[in-house]
């Protein structure tokens, strides 16, 4: 909450007081609530930050974030997922510490840190107990963390911290139940239930991508046949284009990938597609179907009020989802007897990690 609506916030427990207070010959609470105007006025008010730490196979990125969800400060730093937990974690204070200076931001106003970490994540336990992208397995970042810091550390994993951030600052900053899917080289996916992350009773909950749809299905890389990731992933959708130009080697997605089945990509059936490409028209209508299911599965069990999709194919933007939608009209259960959230692209990009990481403080 920022500082003037905390002014307004005491100010009508004041006027309450005074009407209190013609009833009554005194009120300690509302004595109580005069006292801290009295503070805030005198500029004792102290404005809280959290650090927010998105962690990758790649890059540490960290941002500071104020009490109004903005990024005040952020830089980045190359992850070395080839060294040690500890060195890298090292590097990570390195980081919060480097941006509070910049900031001029005391421990003291440093509500705390929330970090946002790929693969098998033991938020309660403070645990990542496995991540391939950064070859860790049973690290213990908070305590790691809290060695350098004084505040209080949490941690996530990083689609979740996505799905928050855009809960809180992004796409869904209007609702408070959300359900979010990352379209990348798999699926990830976070849900947001009562503006909290839900991650179910112990770690490994919430993996949406990993949901089956077609038993014996396509390979998924979780070792399983036919999940969600299989068919609705951007690597899904590449692997469906290539198929449908080698099949057909009149389509325009051969002519747009060079004549190279390799240089296929999320973009092409989209692009052919719209050029009227029969091929392509198939393939990018059964990513919709794919998608639309996949989503409609989500909705039966949570039913949120939107969902929220991120990725390079969300650059189709309405093209994406308004189709989906459509689906979604009559795939969920109740149909158009009950409500059907809407679909919307995620808008906060690689700042939503932080954001909603720092938010799990």
């Not at 009562?194 to 179910?200: A, I, L, P, S």
């Not at 973009?267 to 998608?291: C, H, Q, R, S």
Request: net charge neutral.
């Amino acid at each position: 909450m920022p500082p003037e609506s905390r002014y307004k916030m005491v100010y009508f427990y004041i006027i309450l007081y005074n009407i209190e207070r013609k009833r009554r010959n005194t009120c300690k609470k509302y004595k109580k609530l005069i006292y801290i105007t009295y503070i805030l006025k005198m500029g004792g008010y102290t404005e809280m930050y959290r650090a927010g730490i998105d962690l990758g196979g790649t890059n540490i990125k960290a941002g500071i974030v104020d009490e109004d969800q903005k990024i005040i400060a952020q830089t980045s730093a190359p992850t070395g997922a080839e060294r040690s937990a500890e060195e890298v974690i090292a590097d990570m204070a390195g980081l919060v510490k480097q941006l509070m200076e910049k900031s001029a931001i005391d421990e003291s106003a440093l509500a705390g840190i929330g970090v946002g970490c790929p693969g098998l994540v033991d938020a309660e336990a403070g645990i990542v107990r496995y991540s391939n992208n950064i070859s860790w397995e049973n690290v213990a970042l908070v305590r790691e963390l809290g060695k350098y810091f004084s505040c209080g550390i949490r941690i996530s994993n990083d689609a979740n911290c996505a799905a928050l951030g855009e809960v809180k600052a992004g796409a869904a900053r209007d609702v408070s139940n959300a359900i979010l899917l990352t379209l990348g080289t798999g699926v990830g996916g976070g849900i947001i239930l009562n503006g909290k992350v839900f991650e179910g009773s112990n770690a490994g909950g919430a993996e949406l991508g990993h949901i089956s749809m077609i038993m014996g299905g396509e390979p998924c890389t979780c070792g399983r046949r036919g999940c969600v990731e299989a068919y609705a992933s951007a690597t899904a959708l590449i692997r469906d284009a290539k198929r449908a130009a080698a099949a057909d080697r009149k389509s325009l997605m051969n002519q747009m990938c060079d004549g190279k089945i390799e240089n296929m990509n999320g973009k092409i059936p989209f692009d052919a597609a719209l050029e009227g490409d029969e091929a392509a028209k198939e393939v990018v209508e059964n990513y919709y179907t794919y998608l639309a299911e996949a989503i409609a599965n989500y909705v039966n069990i949570f039913r949120p009020d939107v969902v929220l999709l991120s990725g390079g194919i969300c650059n189709q933007g309405s093209r994406l989802t308004k189709p989906v939608e459509e689906h979604l009209s009559f795939l969920c259960f109740g149909g158009d007897r009950a409500f059907v959230p809407p679909v919307r692209c995620a808008i906060l990009g690689n700042d939503a990690g932080m954001i909603g990481a720092a938010n799990l403080i």
